[in-house]
């Protein structure tokens, strides 16, 4: 353990994390009623950027980017459109704790497209942890298709767009601070919006025509912009203060709170063949978490090998 953690500040940020991301889902589905989803997500990344712009000036950190980082914010940006306007789209008519079970198989994506795509190692236990968490999902999509038809495979699409977000993000994370990457990717996020709503407009997307807000719904289109804000600094900081290893199972907690925000504001509650297959889901994620640790705990002792004349058996 570093000595500079500070475990328990970055497990009550973390769990601050899991109570504010659900309110950008809240309030997606509230301005989803008389706002077309492309506009929610267009002012999703302009209130960001300028919530975040002010906290990059005062930690007086460069807005700069090299070529390469510019080009990587650029598709971190355009993934987090992708996975925000498919997550919109489906809260839209979806109750809120069963598209963010579907998105919930995102590690999984992660895991086959390292496997996949970048030839890293993925044993036959987590191939099968991946399995049955994919079949966990069907258990809540099944019958969010019968209810709702394809938009219930629109959280698929936002776990697939989120796992190529955090992708980009560890190669990017090594060169640009949090701060400053969540407010450029924010600031061209809304303006690769811009054309993507030109298009719609033209064609007559009703999703994606640029229609202003109107009365209440300003508010719940600036909520969406604000909770994304903290809710994803108070995640950036919790990583600060400790390992991803000890904050990664506190994240099944922001299901919890979604299906609890969903009954109180809509009425929403997970029948019983979703939290079977919110059950299925997070288990087979937190045994993924299992492995990761066990090993990363076998890397190190690897690592140490020749500083240790005795090591336990593989």
Same mark, same amino acid.
């Given at each position: 353990? @570093?000595?500079?953690?500070?475990? %328990?500040?970055?497990?009550? $940020?973390?769990?601050?994390?899991?109570?504010?991301?659900?309110?950008?889902?809240?309030?997606?589905?509230?301005?989803?009623?008389?706002?077309?989803?492309?506009?929610?997500?267009? =002012?999703?990344?302009?209130?960001?950027?300028? $919530?975040?712009?002010?906290?990059? %000036?005062?930690?007086?950190?460069?807005?700069? $980017?090299?070529?390469? @980082?510019?080009?990587?914010?650029?598709l971190r940006a355009l993934f987090l459109v992708s996975s925000t306007y498919c997550f919109v789209a489906a809260v839209r008519v979806m109750p809120i704790a069963d598209a963010l079970a579907i998105a919930?198989?995102?590690?999984?994506?992660?895991?086959?497209?390292?496997?996949?795509?970048?030839?890293?190692?993925?044993?036959?236990r987590r191939l099968a942890a991946c399995a049955v968490g994919f079949a966990g999902s069907l258990l809540v999509i099944q019958p969010a298709f019968a209810s709702f038809g394809a938009v219930a495979l629109f959280p698929l699409g936002t776990a697939l767009s989120f796992a190529l977000y955090i992708l980009v993000t560890r190669h990017l994370s090594r060169e640009v601070h949090p701060v400053t990457m969540q407010f450029h990717t924010a600031f061209i996020a809304a303006i690769l919006c811009l054309p993507f709503l030109a298009l719609g407009t033209a064609l007559g997307e009703p999703s994606l025509t640029f229609a202003?807000?109107?009365?209440?719904?300003?508010?719940?289109?600036?909520?969406?912009?604000?909770?994304?804000a903290v809710s994803h600094m108070a995640m950036t900081y919790a990583l600060k203060f400790a390992p991803s290893s000890t904050l990664a199972p506190l994240h099944y907690l922001e299901i919890v709170t979604a299906a609890a925000l969903g009954y109180?504001?809509?009425?929403?509650?997970? @029948?019983?063949?979703?939290?079977? =297959?919110?059950?299925?889901?997070?288990?087979?994620?937190?045994?993924?978490?299992?492995?990761?640790?066990?090993?990363?705990?076998?890397?190190?002792?690897v690592t140490s090998a020749p500083l240790s004349p005795h090591l336990p058996p593989e």
């Open positions: 353990m @570093n000595p500079n953690d500070r475990i %328990l500040t970055g497990v009550a $940020l973390m769990i601050a994390f899991c109570v504010l991301a659900p309110l950008i889902d809240v309030s997606s589905k509230l301005a989803a009623q008389a706002v077309p989803v492309g506009v929610i997500v267009l =002012g999703r990344g302009i209130v960001q950027a300028a $919530l975040m712009l002010p906290v990059v %000036l005062i930690l007086h950190e460069s807005l700069r $980017l090299s070529r390469r @980082n510019l080009w990587l914010t650029s919930f198989v995102e590690p999984f994506v992660i895991l086959l497209i390292g496997r996949l795509v970048f030839s890293e190692q993925v044993g036959p202003a807000p109107e009365g209440i719904y300003w508010l719940w289109c600036f909520c969406v912009g604000l909770a994304s109180a504001v809509f009425g929403n509650f997970p @029948n019983a063949l979703t939290w079977a =297959g919110i059950a299925v889901i997070v288990s087979s994620g937190l045994f993924v978490i299992h492995r990761e640790r066990q090993l990363a705990r076998e890397a190190r002792l």
